[in-house]
Antibody, heavy 115, light 105 residues
């Protein structure tokens, strides 16, 4: 059974940084591209970032709205993917989801940016 | 690529045939998926590549379309289908539509 668990959310002051983690199991992590998607309260879904696998040289892609403030990374030995977000703003307040190829999703982790 | 979903809110009765629309600002080349999201839950993949039904999804869900215009159809609405539906393109970057909220009349 595929399992995806995001951690690392919480309350952060504007201008702060956060590192989200996504631990996975139940599939061969090395084979898959991984994505982060976020959803502001009461709003729609926004794709944030993708990291490809070793076969694609771990290429990374970012939403234009976040480029320069986010970094996606992965550790294949831990079957985990990470999202570092810096210079946080109120509009970054959202549930952040980790997803395997858009098929399997975690339950998400809440990030609140507020003073 | 920007995706525009319509309507934003749809009220229908149990047993109705329901059609949701998703229009791209450019050709999506059939790289279009549909998600269902119930309140408080993560999105669930229903359809990928325009018309391929994800494993475990009831056959009352179907997708169609080409070019810039795509449709999700529920052939006979069930109470458990109340949710918000998002389309998602992965032809050029990755973009979600704004969603259609489906409620029971």
């Amino acid at each position: 059974e595929v399992q995806i668990l995001e951690t690392g959310g919480g309350l952060v002051k504007p201008g702060g940084s956060l590192r989200l983690s996504c631990a996975t199991s139940g599939f061969n992590f090395n084979d898959y591209f991984m994505n982060w998607v976020r959803q502001a309260p009461g709003k729609g879904l926004e794709w944030v970032a993708q990291i490809r696998n070793k076969n694609y040289n771990y290429a990374t892609y970012y939403a234009e709205s976040l480029e320069g403030r986010v970094t996606i990374s992965r550790d294949d030995s831990k079957s985990s993917v990470y999202l570092q977000v810096s210079s946080l703003r109120a509009e970054d307040t959202a549930i952040y989801y980790c997803t395997r190829k858009g098929v399997d999703w975690g339950q998400g982790v809440m990030v609140t940016v507020s003073s | 690529i920007q995706l525009t979903q319509s309507p934003s809110l749809l009220s229908a009765s149990v047993g109705d045939r329901v059609t949701l629309s998703c229009k791209g600002s450019q050709n999506i080349n059939n790289y279009l998926a549909w998600y269902q999201q119930k309140l408080g839950e993560a999105p669930k993949l229903l359809i990928y590549n325009t018309n391929s039904l994800q494993t475990g999804i009831p056959s009352r869900f179907s997708g169609s379309g080409s070019g810039t215009d795509y449709t999700l159809t529920i052939s006979s609405l069930q109470p458990e289908d109340v949710a918000t539906y998002f389309c998602y393109q992965y032809n050029n970057g990755w973009t979600f539509g704004g969603g259609t909220k489906l409620e029971l009349k």
